[in-house]
């Protein structure tokens, strides 16, 4: 079993960076492709970017694609996802998760959820 924890969340201007964090417990987070996913209230959850389970291989929404970069440090049991010229439809609860399937866009496909964290970017 894996036990996600979001952090990096926060306020920021429009333009703006933030870098996510989720750090993973257990020793099998190499197994697992990982994923970010955003929330609005009332929305459904969307996947913004997935990585492998090497890092070698990554995939991005189309919204966030050129903007956002996602990474991972096995030796740390770390995903991170950079944000970058940040605009107010960014502004969202980031998860990450876990999962057997690389590039999967589905909330189905992720077994493990992290908790959440805000990110609110303001114009």
């Known amino acids: 079993q894996v036990q996600l924890v979001e952090s990096g969340g926060g306020l920021v201007q429009a333009g703006g960076s933030l870098r996510l964090s989720c750090a993973a417990s257990g020793r099998t987070f190499s197994t697992y492709a990982m994923g970010w996913f955003r929330q609005d209230p009332g929305k459904e959850r969307d996947n913004v970017a997935a990585i492998s389970r090497s890092g070698v291989n990554t995939f991005y929404g189309n919204s966030v694609k050129g903007r956002f970069t996602i990474s991972r440090d096995n030796a740390k049991n770390t995903v991170y996802l950079q944000m970058n010229s940040l605009n107010p439809d960014d502004t969202a609860v980031y998860y990450c998760?876990?999962?057997?399937?690389?590039?999967?866009?589905?909330?189905?496909?992720?077994?493990?959820w992290g908790q959440g964290t805000q990110v609110t970017v303001s114009s």
């Open positions: 998760a876990a999962g057997s399937t690389f590039g999967a866009t589905s909330m189905a496909r992720y077994d493990y």
